[in-house]
């Protein structure tokens, strides 16, 4: 019956235009509790019901449902890796409550959008093609894309080239902070960020089967703001 209603409910969305986030996916315990499953569990999980047939995956969150932010992390490029590529999004899932709720907490990261204007419309256009960057809104208040021949953050490229040449671009740092480069999951290149308006050109390593890029800003606290990726995939 579950899955009989999620099915209903996905298609009807996707019928009238719209996305669906697969949201908290280790879980709804509140933070400091103990992880319930492996990363393994989890993503085999995803993997076996193509996470319910979902666009976006809630993957910025430091502490829930007993996952840190490198598990988060971890199942979100499994997945990619094993042919399912899903918007990655950061959140509170501060749910009403005082405001600024989520101040001081680990969980208070939001998502920025590229989006023609601030509409419905363009918003969800933005968010389907993975036009969003996420992260700590008390560190980091800027904003980060990459580009490569001509395509941004979000887009999927065929190309049969073994290596490719990306740029990172962000702004709206406070300095001293470092760009780290993830290609197909793993670091790959760290950069320093001495200055406001970072930009660097990055050369990536395709494998056989293509892979991804992104990438992730950090500060002494950890990682502050993330990119969602270029997928890179075979003719």
């Known amino acids: 019956f579950r899955a009989a209603v999620i099915a209903r409910v996905v298609a009807d969305v996707h019928r009238l235009g719209g996305l669906v986030s697969y949201n908290h996916p280790f879980g709804t315990t509140f933070e400091e509790n103990e992880k319930p499953r492996t990363n393994e569990e989890q993503l085999k999980i995803l993997l076996r019901n193509k ?93 980060l894309d990459l580009v490569t021949a001509g395509a941004r953050m979000g887009a999927t490229v065929t190309t049969t080239a073994a290596e490719v040449e990306l740029e990172l671009e962000v702004d709206g740092l406070r300095g001293g902070e470092r760009v780290l480069v993830i290609e197909s999951g793993a670091v790959a290149a760290t950069y320093p960020a001495p200055a406001s308006r970072f930009r660097q050109v990055h050369r990536a390593r395709l494998a056989l089967g293509g892979g991804f890029v992104r990438c992730e800003v950090h500060d002494a606290s950890g990682a502050i703001a993330l990119s969602n990726p270029i997928h890179f995939r075979r003719p």
């Open 51 to 143: 996470a319910d047939g979902a666009d976006i995956l809630e993957v910025g969150y430091r502490d829930r449902g007993g996952a840190t932010l490198t598990d988060h992390l971890w199942l979100w490029d499994q997945l990619a890796l094993a042919g399912l590529a899903l918007v990655g999004v950061g959140v509170s899932d501060s749910h009403g409550g005082p405001d600024n709720r989520w101040s001081g907490s680990p969980n208070n990261f939001v998502s920025w959008i590229w989006a023609e204007s601030a509409t419905k419309r363009d918003l969800i256009a933005g968010l389907r093609a993975g036009r969003v960057f996420f992260g700590d809104i008390e560190h980091f208040d800027g904003t």
